[in-house]
C-alpha cells in the first residue's frame, strides 16, 4: 500500500463590491479586533499578578463571560467561530513568543490587519460553479473566480487590503505520496545581481520589483510627508518635533488619497514578486527531483546596522542598501514555495550550510576569500575559473549531495564536516581532473 499525505493548499481570491456585505465585513473585523486586544490585555494584567498564562480554553471561557455582558454584548453580533479564530492566532502568537520564534504580541489598532474567518465546515458553503461562498450572517457573496479549487474547503477567512476585500479559501485533499518524474538533482545559488545561479551554468535573473518602482515610492512618501507636516502646522505642532503621546490626527481627504495611493503601489509590487517567484519555483520543481539550497538566516543578514547611540554602526547607509535588495528578492518565500511544490510533487528540498560556498574551489576544494572577484571566480591553487555564482551552486550541490549520502548511511554529522575547509565534492567522472 502505497504512503498518503495530507496536501493543505489555500486559494485567494478578490470578492466583488458589495457596500452592504462591506459594511458587515468592517464590522465583524472590528470585533474580532475587540475580542484581541480585550484578550491580550487580560494576560498581560496577569503577567502583572504573577499568575500563570492563561490558554486558548481559558480565553475562550472569557469570550462566552464578554459576549454575556451588557456593556459588550455588541460581540453577540459577529459570528462566534470567527472570535475564537481571533483568540486561536493570539495563543499561537504567544506560543511562538515564550520559544524565543517571534515578538510579544501587541495590541491591534482600527485599520491594522482587517480580517476575520470561518472554521467550522457546518457554518459556511462553497458554490465554486457559480463563484460564490455562503458565509454565516452575512449570506452569499460573490468572489472572482480565477483559478479552479482543489480539495475540500476546510476555513475560509475575508481580509482587506489595498485593493479591496479579499478572501482565502484553505482546501485539504488526501494523495499518495507521488514519484517524482524527474530524477534530477541540482544546486542553486542566491544572490542580487542574480537571482538563483543552477550548478548547470543556467543563471536567472532577478525581478527587481521594488528598485524599478523606488522612483515613484519615494515621490508618493514625500507627497505623504508634506502633507502629515501641514497637518502638524494646523494642528499648532512644530514641524520639527513628534506627534504628543495620544495625539490623534485628522487626516484631510487630500492626505487619505496620497495613503491609499501608495499602499496600491505597494500592493502591486509585492503582487508582482509574487508572481515571478511562483513561476521561477514552479519551473524548478517541475524539472528537478532533489534540488539544494544555502540554509540562509534571511531575517538575521537584512537586519538593521544602525546600532545604538553608545555603539553607533558602521555604513548604515550601504548596509541599508543591501537589506533593500536581500528583502527585495524573497529569497525566504522562494525557499518556501520551492519546498512545498517539490514534496507535493514527490521530491525534496535539501538545506545545506552556507559556509565558505561561495570561496571553495568546486574542482580542487581549495578555500580562500581571494578566490572570488566580485562575478567570477579564479582558484589561487589550481587556476580553475569560473562564475562566481555558479562555482557557490557547485558545492552547494556537492553538500547536498553529502547530506543525502550521510543520511542514508545513518551518520548525522555530515552536515558539520561540510563546512571544514576540505569539502566533499562532487566527482562526476572518474577519469582525469576536469581541472
Given at each position: 500500500m502505497s504512503e498518503q499525505q495530507i496536501i493543505r493548499r489555500g486559494y485567494k481570491y478578490r470578492l466583488r463590491q458589495n457596500g452592504a456585505h462591506e459594511a458587515l465585513y468592517r464590522r465583524y473585523a472590528g470585533c474580532c479586533r475587540k475580542?484581541?486586544?480585550?484578550?491580550?490585555a487580560e494576560q498581560q494584567a496577569r503577567r502583572e499578578r504573577g499568575e500563570k498564562y492563561a490558554s486558548y480554553v481559558e480565553m475562550a471561557k472569557w469570550l462566552t463571560q464578554w459576549r454575556n455582558d451588557p456593556e459588550t454584548s455588541y460581540l453577540k453580533e459577529c459570528p462566534v467561530h470567527a472570535e475564537q479564530m481571533a483568540l486561536k492566532a493570539l495563543d499561537e502568537s504567544f506560543q511562538k513568543f515564550f520559544k524565543g520564534q517571534g515578538g510579544y504580541p501587541k495590541f491591534t489598532r482600527r485599520g491594522q490587519f482587517e480580517k476575520f474567518g470561518e472554521s467550522d465546515v457546518k457554518c459556511f458553503e462553497v458554490d465554486e460553479a457559480n463563484a460564490r461562498v455562503r458565509l454565516p450572517k452575512i449570506g452569499w457573496v460573490r468572489y472572482r473566480k480565477s483559478r479552479e479549487l482543489d480539495g475540500t474547503p476546510k476555513k475560509v477567512s475575508v481580509s482587506l487590503e489595498?485593493?479591496?476585500w479579499h478572501i482565502s479559501i484553505q482546501t485539504e485533499r488526501v494523495q499518495n505520496l507521488p514519484l517524482s518524474e524527474s530524477t534530477a538533482i541540482a544546486g542553486g545559488d542566491r544572490g542580487i545581481k542574480n537571482f538563483i545561479a543552477l550548478?548547470?551554468?543556467k543563471i536567472i535573473k532577478p525581478l527587481n520589483a521594488h528598485k524599478d518602482a523606488l522612483y515613484k515610492l519615494r515621490r508618493y512618501q514625500r507627497a505623504i510627508a508634506r502633507k502629515i507636516e501641514a497637518?502638524?502646522?494646523?494642528?499648532g505642532i512644530p514641524k520639527d518635533k513628534p506627534f504628543p503621546k495620544g495625539f490623534k490626527l485628522?487626516?484631510?481627504n487630500r492626505l487619505n488619497k496620497s495613503l491609499v495611493r501608495l499602499s496600491k503601489h505597494q500592493a502591486k509590487i509585492a503582487s508582482m514578486r509574487n508572481d515571478y517567484l511562483h513561476k521561477v519555483s514552479?519551473?524548478?520543481?517541475?524539472?528537478?527531483?532533489?534540488?539544494c539550497l544555502e540554509n540562509l538566516l534571511v531575517k538575521n543578514m537584512s537586519a538593521s546596522a544602525k546600532g545604538t547611540e553608545?555603539?553607533?554602526?558602521?555604513n548604515v547607509r550601504q548596509k541599508s542598501g543591501l537589506n533593500r535588495s536581500i528583502l527585495d528578492q524573497g529569497w525566504f518565500s522562494f525557499k518556501v514555495m520551492l519546498g512545498y511544490k517539490l514534496v507535493e510533487r514527490g521530491g525534496e528540498l535539501i538545506l545545506v550550510p552556507p559556509q565558505y560556498t561561495s570561496q571553495r574551489c568546486s574542482c580542487c576544494g581549495h578555500t580562500e576569500a581571494a578566490n572570488r572577484q566580485d562575478e567570477k571566480f579564479r582558484c589561487l591553487n589550481c587556476n580553475f575559473e569560473d562564475h562566481a555564482d555558479v562555482n557557490a551552486a557547485k558545492n552547494i550541490l556537492a553538500a547536498g549531495h553529502a547530506v543525502l549520502s550521510g543520511r542514508n548511511a545513518g551518520c548525522a554529522v555530515v552536515e558539520d564536516a561540510v563546512q571544514q575547509d576540505r569539502p566533499v565534492k562532487r566527482l562526476p567522472f572518474q577519469g582525469a581532473s576536469p581541472c
Open positions: 475580542v484581541k486586544n480585550m484578550a491580550l489595498s485593493n479591496g550548478d548547470n551554468g497637518a502638524k502646522v494646523k494642528a485628522q487626516k484631510s514552479t519551473s524548478l520543481a517541475d524539472d528537478y527531483a532533489v534540488f553608545a555603539e553607533p554602526g558602521r
